[in-house]
T-cell receptor, first 113, second 111 residues
Framework: NAGVMQNPRHLVRRRGQEARLRCSPMKGHSHVYWYRQLPEEGLKFMVYLQKENIIDESGMPKERFSAEFPKEGPSILRIQQVVRGDSAAYFC???????????FGPGTRLTVL | DAKTTQPTSMDCAEGRAANLPCNHSTISGNEYVYWYRQIHSQGPQYIIHGLKNNETNEMASLIITEDRKSSTLILPHATLRDTAVYYCIVRALYNTDKLIFGTGTRLQVFP
């Protein structure tokens, strides 16, 4: 059973461009979580999704950020009009519906020039 | 979820046991103690969790005091690859909500 997969692993964008980060949960996992880790800081929760539903987006910035987890395909974290302050490591985690342990992917490191 | 307190940093000699403490004095009866670690630049890795009994798996042992107000994660034979930040997190049973990471303990294993 492959672990949580994230791509790309590294992403470079210029200010004002869009960033799309993908997360494929572990097989059988229907819960997806996104976390952000700014340089030299701790992990902060962003959003929790189940298939086709956003359950908790209390950690998402109100503007420019959006997330989805469609019925088919990976979960997408989308950042529009990126700014330098968006440079960070973005981690995705997944868990099965019957278990509360979250398993993390390797992360996507976003650099905004 | 209850708040946890961990030392900022610890050192351990390679091959020796690493004992990482965590205080969670406000823990509720239905809350588990979880441990994760983050090796530099990697995604957090689940280690172990427990409710009140001591737990052991291939990675570590978790010792929870009888009053459940504190716990200790034990890495029985630390290696250089165990150098990481270790996070103690308290969560309610069947809670599928977000994980709240504190500052954790930075464990440095030295040769």
């Amino acid at each position: 059973n492959a672990g949580v997969m994230q791509n790309p692993r590294h992403l470079v964008r210029r200010r004002g461009q869009e960033a799309r980060l993908r997360c494929s949960p572990m097989k059988g996992h229907s819960h997806v979580y996104w976390y952000r880790q700014l340089p030299e800081e701790g992990l902060k929760f962003m959003v929790y999704l189940q298939k086709e539903n956003i359950i908790d987006e209390s950690g998402m910035p109100k503007e420019r950020f959006s997330a989805e987890f469609p019925k088919e395909g990976p979960s997408i974290l989308r950042i529009q009009q990126v700014v330098r302050g968006d440079s960070a490591a973005y981690f995705c985690a997944s868990s099965p519906p019957s278990e509360d342990t979250q398993y993390f992917g390797p992360g996507t490191r976003l650099t905004v020039l | 979820d209850a708040k946890t307190t961990q030392p900022t940093s610890m050192d351990c000699a390679e091959g020796r046991a690493a004992n990482l403490p965590c205080n969670h004095s406000t823990i509720s009866g239905n809350e588990y103690v979880y441990w994760y670690r983050q090796i530099h630049s990697q995604g957090p890795q689940y280690i172990i969790h427990g409710l009140k009994n001591n737990e052991t798996n291939e990675m570590a042992s978790l010792i929870i005091t009888e009053d459940r107000k504190s716990s200790t994660l034990i890495l029985p034979h630390a290696t250089l690859r165990d150098t990481a930040v270790y996070y103690c997190i308290v969560r309610a049973l069947y809670n599928t909500d977000k994980l709240i990471f504190g500052t954790g303990t930075r464990l440095q294993v030295f040769p």
